[in-house]
């Protein structure tokens, strides 16, 4: 029975649960697993928004901004605390952002990927004009308004605009990874100052040591895979929590039981602007901290699920931190001089340092959320060609977002030592952590907008309206933040300036090389009567010619080819290519076509990514690859439905080509002994399937036995007979694979700032990041690669 469905009695409560998704109706998810993930995600993804108490008041109140003898300031502040972390966290992401998951995944490139398939925004190398026959995967866009195709026609025609739109997503992306810098340092130095409370004659130095071994710590655990450190830190983030409540509940309590409520109106926010002035209006950049780690809740959804992060932070997390800051409040309205340490001076005594030593674990904890959001959204970067090729590890083999990326990893560890080591401080770091993650909710706000308008097809006034609501409050924070670049603020700019730079050049430079293959490809047909004049010889074994072209040669084989005059029996042009949907099924992954007539043994193969999909570290590929065209041959000419026109004057007609068994390479065994293929190779070779006797209706336990039979309807062609039994030899003759290795170097006539982009930074970034042959797995003896020079 779905949670909920024996609760309409309680009303109101009821409809809030199933407005903040907790009530699971139709929901397919076991109840169970969904609250496994839940607890699995106090671990990851609340980490750093349970941990803000430690910094926030102090950090609000680290300026001009002095507290008086009445309560307006401190209720003034939590009244902005508390309408902040409702607008924002509850309304914001768990009632609206997280429905506009992309299959499930969250994050910036997740909105991204939503609106390119919808609309033709796409800058990306892998989803031009040439490229859209790849996807079969077609959305159904709700009717659109008026207002709605306008603004999609608008920036469809614009190639400015959508620029300009791939330039906010790779903003919104290097502030991540900013917030992956800062989130380590300010939580863990935080928790850390604490002990200075208990012992104030220790010194600086030491607490920043200390500070230092533990983020060392923290980051050499990341190899071990987020589930393991989920189930590691979610008992440390939930005993944190229920730290901060019930201290809250005890401070309210003995301080301030009746007083402290008063912040719940929103008048003692305009009181508080009234009364502290340009001070108030500054001191926001330290309010706005209470929601930090917000974002990793949409970052964060590949990991786990919408249901669970829904669950865990409606019922346990927002009510904690509640009591948590009105806790503090009510302690700093009889201890004002306390404000600097407010959080550990507000703890009683008997209880300080078990609080103390949870606290410390849950800044570890809070680190992980930022890291883990980093990790996914760098590889959806590398995925779409926005960022430099890294090794990515899947830590999990059935949660499909859960990866570690070493080289990311230890870049965040070094950046962030730096960080601690430079500023020693909370309140400095604090200036600059407040600037970096606000200004990734903003774009997330801006691409929000557009995905209600486009992609849910809502009226232009229901975006609006979420852009005017939510951006003018994150416009008012990012403002106060601003004031403080002075202070610690100019760290995120410096650090999202050079992230975006290597960003927007890789992308630049990946984009430059395939237009030029795309301008200067060459049909087949013009190779082949090439080929006819210089004497076109054929040699054993299958050659694969890596390539990214989905249609004609692209001009480096054209070179190569024009050079040596050689074709292998089987020559196959391979793209690998990633489609922008998160996952793509294995049994729709291959697209096979011919090239030219069956005599020459030419095709094409198409293999479709998600940007979310794993690409299996193994050398199993080119087992997987064979396997599939030897499928297209069995069956691949009797298949017409699913497949679509990929023509440039030579290659045929593409189609899926999907198998269920475990290879086709031994499917025709001299011996005729047991073998496994395709349901229609076996309708073509006249194979029948015969249960063991003690399988009755292949329902027993027995094996399965194959064997021939005299076809009874018709005779296999010879011709797919013996094109298979060629493959076949040509497998065990060995396969050769064919890579281009291009240079790009900008030409003579281009700007000083072009030449320096891409003869310096993008020469160097493709020399540093891993090559084709090894994100592929080819194994190098087998690979030959062709140097060519482009100049853009």
């Known amino acids: 029975m779905p949670l909920g469905s024996g609760l309409p009695q309680i009303g109101p409560w009821y409809r809030w649960l199933k407005v903040c998704g907790i009530v699971l109706l139709q929901e397919k998810i076991p109840m169970k697993t969904i609250l496994i993930l839940a607890y699995q995600s106090f671990g990851v993804v609340y980490g750093d928004l349970s941990t803000s108490p430690l910094y926030v008041y102090r950090s609000t109140f680290s300026g001009r901004l002095r507290m008086h003898e009445s309560d307006e300031e401190i209720l003034g502040v939590l009244s902005f605390i508390f309408w902040t972390l409702t607008i924002i966290p509850v309304i914001k992401y768990v009632i609206i952002v997280l429905s506009a998951s992309d299959n499930g995944e969250g994050g910036t490139f997740a909105l991204y990927s939503l609106l390119c398939r919808h609309a033709k925004f796409s800058l990306l190398p892998n989803q031009q004009d040439a490229d859209e026959q790849l996807s079969t995967y077609r959305v159904e866009t709700p009717r659109q308004t008026k207002q709605g195709l306008r603004v999609k026609n608008f920036l469809e025609k614009h190639p400015y605009c959508r620029t300009g739109l791939l330039i906010i997503v790779l903003l919104g992306t290097c502030m991540v990874i900013a917030d992956g810098v800062f989130t380590p340092a300010i939580s863990v130095l935080s928790a850390v100052t604490g002990i200075q409370v208990a012992v104030p004659s220790l010194h600086d130095d030491i607490v920043t040591a200390v500070s230092c071994i533990i983020l060392a710590g923290l980051f050499a655990l990341q190899h071990v895979g987020t589930r393991r450190v989920a189930f590691l830190f979610a008992p440390i983030v939930i005993a944190w929590l229920f730290c901060i409540s019930s201290i809250g509940i005890y401070n309210i309590v003995s301080y301030n039981p009746r007083g402290i409520w008063s912040a719940l109106s929103p008048v003692y926010m305009y009181k508080f602007l009234k009364i502290a002035g340009k001070d108030g209006?500054?001191?926001?950049?330290?309010?706005?901290?209470?929601?930090?780690?917000?974002?990793?809740?949409?970052?964060?959804?590949?990991?786990?699920?919408?249901?669970?992060?829904?669950?865990?932070?409606?019922?346990?997390?927002?009510?904690?931190?509640?009591?948590?800051?009105?806790?503090?409040?009510?302690?700093?309205?009889?201890?004002?001089?306390?404000?600097?340490?407010?959080?550990?001076?507000?703890?009683?005594?008997?209880?300080?340092?078990?609080?103390?030593?949870v606290a410390t674990?849950?800044?570890?904890?809070?680190?992980?959320?930022?890291?883990?959001?980093?990790?996914?959204?760098?590889?959806?970067c590398v995925s779409l060609c926005c960022f430099p090729r890294v090794k990515v590890i899947h830590t999990s083999k059935s949660i499909h977002g859960q990866i570690y990326i070493p080289e990311i990893n230890w870049i965040l560890f070094l950046l962030c030592l730096a960080v601690t080591i430079g500023f020693r401080d909370t309140i400095t770091i604090g200036n600059a952590y407040g600037l970096a993650f606000i200004s990734v909710m903003l774009v997330t706000t801006c691409l929000m907008a557009l995905v209600i308008l486009i992609v849910w097809g809502r009226n232009i006034f229901w975006a609006l309206g979420f852009l005017l609501v939510f951006g003018s409050i994150e416009l008012m924070y990012i403002s106060a933040s601003l004031m403080k670049v002075p202070q610690g603020g100019w760290v995120p700019l410096v650090l999202t300036f050079v992230f975006m730079s290597i960003m927007y050049i890789w992308n630049y430079g990946t984009v430059k090389k395939y237009e030029y293959d795309l301008q200067n490809k060459v049909t087949m047909q013009t190779l082949l009567s090439i080929g006819q004049n210089l004497g076109l010889v054929r040699v054993p074994g299958i050659g694969f010619v890596y390539t990214e072209l989905v249609s004609a040669v692209p001009p480096i084989f054209a070179h190569f080819f024009t050079n040596l005059p050689a074709l292998h029996d089987f020559l196959v042009l391979v793209s690998v290519k990633s489609v922008p949907v998160p996952y793509i099924p294995s049994d729709e992954r291959y697209l096979i076509g011919r090239i030219g007539p069956k005599r020459l043994r030419m095709y094409r193969c198409v293999v479709r990514y998600g940007y979310k999909d794993i690409h299996k570290d193994d050398h199993k590929f080119e087992d997987r690859l064979v396997a599939r065209l030897g499928d297209f041959i069995l069956t691949g000419e009797d298949v017409e439905d699913e497949s679509f026109s990929c023509d440039d004057g030579s290659d045929g007609n593409m189609q899926l080509s999907g198998i269920r068994s475990s290879s086709l390479v031994h499917a025709i065994n001299s011996d005729g002994a047991s073998r496994e293929i395709s349901s229609k190779g076996k309708e073509l070779l006249g194979i029948s399937q015969v249960e063991h006797p003690s399988r009755p209706n292949g329902n027993g336990n027995g094996k399965k036995r194959v064997r021939f039979e005299t076809p009874k309807r018709k005779e296999p062609d010879p011709a797919v007979i013996q094109e298979y039994e060629k493959l076949k030899e040509a497998k065990e003759k060995g396969v050769v694979y064919i890579l281009g290795h291009s240079y790009v170097e900008a030409s003579n006539a281009s700007s000083l700032i072009k030449k320096l982009a891409i003869n310096v930074v993008y020469t160097f970034l493709r020399r540093i990041c891993r090559g084709p042959s090894v994100v592929l797995?080819?194994?190098?003896?087998n690979s030959i690669e062709i140097g060519v020079v482009y100049r853009v």
């Open 281 to 357: 209006w500054i001191s926001l950049g330290g309010i706005v901290l209470c929601v930090t780690g917000t974002e990793a809740m949409f970052a964060d959804l590949g990991h786990f699920n919408q249901q669970s992060i829904k669950l865990a932070f409606t019922i346990v997390v927002y009510p904690c931190l509640i009591l948590g800051y009105f806790g503090q409040a009510a302690y700093l309205s009889k201890h004002r001089d306390d404000v600097a340490e407010s959080f550990y001076k507000s703890i009683p005594k008997p209880v300080f340092w078990p609080v103390f030593v």
């Open 361 to 380: 674990l849950a800044a570890i904890v809070g680190s992980q959320a930022v890291i883990s959001a980093t990790f996914s959204i760098i590889k959806q």
């Open 777 to 781: 797995h080819i194994p190098q003896e």
